[in-house]
């Protein structure tokens, strides 16, 4: 196991770090002003939503959508894991099962690279059908891009009407307080039956596609219907790294090109690269003020060291580089806010592996009353937030900054 942990963290990332490079995705028509004129994504209708942003309301959140499903529970997470938290709801999955619900769970197969226990076989013990994205084991070790390619999104689909995304994970790590070390990690739950049927069709091809126990077999209409009404959400699902578009890039150079005035991108692995400095300048030559904002603590320090060594060339580009200076909880959240006007929440991180390698989920949306609670995030952050100054940047040029930075640039 020790040689694969090397070989999926080190090498295969070093190997492909100098030869991978930005695809080239056309830009978005025009300047966006709203939802409605970004390029790409799918827009649908949303006639409620919900945001939550602590690991406890999350878990409860979980808990009651596992517990008030009537016919369906798909959920698809990047980590999938068996902790003292999370196994609640692992268990509450599996009494549901028992009970008849149609539940199935996909999980990215680095979950068995963290240091919780594997939840895949417990869920099986108890009846629970999953699925596992691209295990790293195997005839892969010898593929890069099956080691590489990864399954980021975080989402659940409930009987066929209830979308609950954003960037926790079925972890304990997303799930446990903030004071207690766990993550500040953001989610929304929509209901949109249209969203509910595009997402559970993508959840079917990735079922699919992943070793799986058996075959998928719930009928994609069944429970899902179009609907009409309601406010408009883009939702931009990355399901197709290897497509000459990445949704992704394509989401945040529509969110830059609508910036008149600021933008706040809480993105704590942000792994700068050429593509997205191009993007911070565009704005910052234009007049925008952009904040960025990182973080103190993280999973691993790899994660620190490959963010912080960027954030000279961030200053450099104009922007203004934050730090969330926690002591014991990790930023995770993935989100922005331009303008006060719109907002994005989902999976994606800013750096090349959400761009171009990674599988995400994210919806952009304009809608005041969601928009004011991605502010509230915001304002939420930024009390706890120091700004860092480029002599303090200098300090994180070094070598361990720089190499952790290059593998990271295809390994985070």
């Not at 930024?382 to 040029?397: F, H, I, K």
């Amino acid at each position: 196991m020790a040689g694969v942990r090397i070989w999926f963290w080190v090498i295969a990332p070093l190997c492909l770090g100098a030869c991978i490079s930005p695809r080239e995705t056309e830009p978005p028509a025009g300047h966006p002003v709203g939802t409605g004129d970004f390029a790409g994504g799918v827009a649908l209708p949303v006639s409620a939503v919900g945001f939550i942003d602590s690991g406890v309301a999350i878990r409860a959140e979980m808990l009651r959508l596992a517990r008030e499903a009537r016919h369906s529970i798909l959920v698809g997470t990047f980590l999938l894991n068996d902790g003292p938290e999370s196994r609640e709801i692992l268990d509450e999955l599996a009494r549901r099962a028992g009970e008849g619900i149609e539940v199935r769970v996909i999980g990215d197969g680095s979950s068995r690279f963290v240091k919780e226990p594997e939840a895949f076989e417990y869920l099986e013990s108890r009846g629970v059908a999953t699925a596992e994205f691209n295990p790293v084991r195997g005839w892969r070790l010898f593929i890069p891009s099956h080691i590489l390619e990864r399954d980021h999104r975080k989402y659940w689909i409930v009987d066929g009407r209830t979308v609950f995304l954003g960037g926790a994970n079925l972890s304990d790590s997303s799930l446990v307080a903030a004071e207690k070390g766990g993550n500040r990690d953001l989610m929304v739950r929509l209901e949109s039956p249209a969203a509910a049927q595009y997402l559970t069709e993508s959840f079917a091809r990735t079922w699919e596609e992943s070793v799986a126990a058996e075959p998928f077999r719930l009928p994609r209409s069944s429970g899902v219907g179009g609907g009409r009404g309601g406010m408009p959400y883009r939702f931009y699902n990355q399901e197709n790294v290897r497509g000459r578009e990445s949704p992704t890039a394509r989401m945040f150079d529509g969110l830059f090109t609508a910036a008149r005035d600021s933008v706040w991108l809480i993105e704590p692995y942000t792994f700068t690269n050429a593509e997205i400095l191009e993007q911070i300048r565009g704005m910052t030559v234009r007049g925008v003020e952009v904040n960025l904002v990182l973080s103190t603590q993280a999973r691993a320090p790899r994660f620190r060291y490959a963010s912080y060594y960027g954030i000279r060339d961030l200053i450099e580009a104009g922007a203004r580089v934050w730090v969330y200076d926690s002591e014991v909880s990790p930023l995770h959240y993935k989100c922005a806010l331009v303008d006060d006007r719109i907002a994005f929440v989902g999976s994606a991180n800013l750096n090349h592996r959400s761009y171009h390698l990674s599988r995400e989920l994210n919806v952009v949306f304009d809608d005041a009353a969601g928009v004011r609670e991605v502010r509230k995030v915001v304002d939420s952050v930024r009390e706890g937030c120091r700004e860092v100054g480029l002599r303090e940047a200098r300090r994180y040029r070094s070598v361990p900054f720089a190499t952790w930075w290059l593998i990271m640039q295809t390994a985070g």
